[in-house]
């Protein structure tokens, strides 16, 4: 109880140094900001390892977000600076994680476990979807993020014909190789915190390493269904007075 209680605690207070330092910085707006303090203070009082990969997500996205913005205003007609997430986009990044984390935190007992699919086929399986779910929002917002910076002429997913940068299913090369290894920092993420977290035979603890390059696979299929969705369900139109790609 008191190794809870004093999880939680630090959980709290790192949770609203980063909520109120995004906030500050404009990566979160208000609603953005609340609703990131309430799912981060859930990963890292579930387990270390668990809130890593919510920050490892997290700040190299809001980094990422901010390179190029010049650029990036320049094509998108919706750019906000700094990226200025809200709660729906909070939400929609982790919130499906943070359910799981919570479920796998109430089967452990607090106990950060390897996975092994044999004894722990349960526990394994919600691991695997919290893994795979940060790979695939970190690969999407990777590629996009770093994609529409790309000199190449993006092609759509679904006829490869060339299209203008920041249309929905536009890809290119270097936003599906940056998919890749945003998919793979994440699978890193989980390996190294677990080699000091987790207890486990040497034998599981080194099948842990299959985890990076399945992640980096993760990865890009985030980013392949995001393109693919795009092309598929959502409108881009060409505004010739503001010279922008319009999204719907």
């Known amino acids: 109880m008191e190794t809870f209680l004093n999880q939680t605690l630090i959980a709290v207070l790192i949770s609203s140094l ?33 809130g890593a990969l919510l920050l490892v997500f997290f700040f190299t996205s809001s980094k990422l977000t901010k390179v190029g ?34 479920i796998v935190w109430k089967l452990t007992g607090q106990q950060d476990k390897c996975l092994d699919s044999k ?16 790979c695939c929002c970190n690969g999407d917002t990777w590629s996009s993020e770093l994609g529409v910076l790309s000199d190449e002429q993006p092609r759509l997913i679904t006829t490869f014909k060339p299209v203008r940068r920041g249309t929905n299913g536009g890809v290119t090369k270097a936003g599906l190789l940056a998919a890749v290894a945003a998919g793979s920092v994440i699978g890193l993420t989980f390996v190294l915190f677990g080699f000091f977290t987790a207890t486990c035979t040497r034998d599981i603890a080194l099948k842990q390493l299959l985890v990076i390059p399945i992640s980096a696979i993760a990865g890009l299929c985030g980013s392949l269904i995001d393109s693919l969705l795009g092309a598929t369900l959502q409108f881009s139109g060409f505004c010739s007075v503001r010279n922008k790609v319009n999204v719907l």
């Open 69 to 102: 913005e010049e650029r990036k205003r320049r094509v998108d007609a919706d750019f906000k600076e700094g990226g200025q997430r809200n709660w729906i986009q909070v939400l929609s990044n982790s919130g499906i994680a943070a359910v799981l984390v919570v």
């Open 18 to 50: 980063i909520a109120i330092r995004s906030y500050r910085r404009k990566s979160l707006n208000f609603s953005g900001a609340v609703s990131g303090f309430i799912v981060m203070t859930a990963h890292i009082a579930a387990g270390s390892r668990f």
């Open 119 to 134: 004894e722990l086929p349960l526990v394994t399986s919600l691991i695997g979807g919290i893994l795979g779910h940060y």
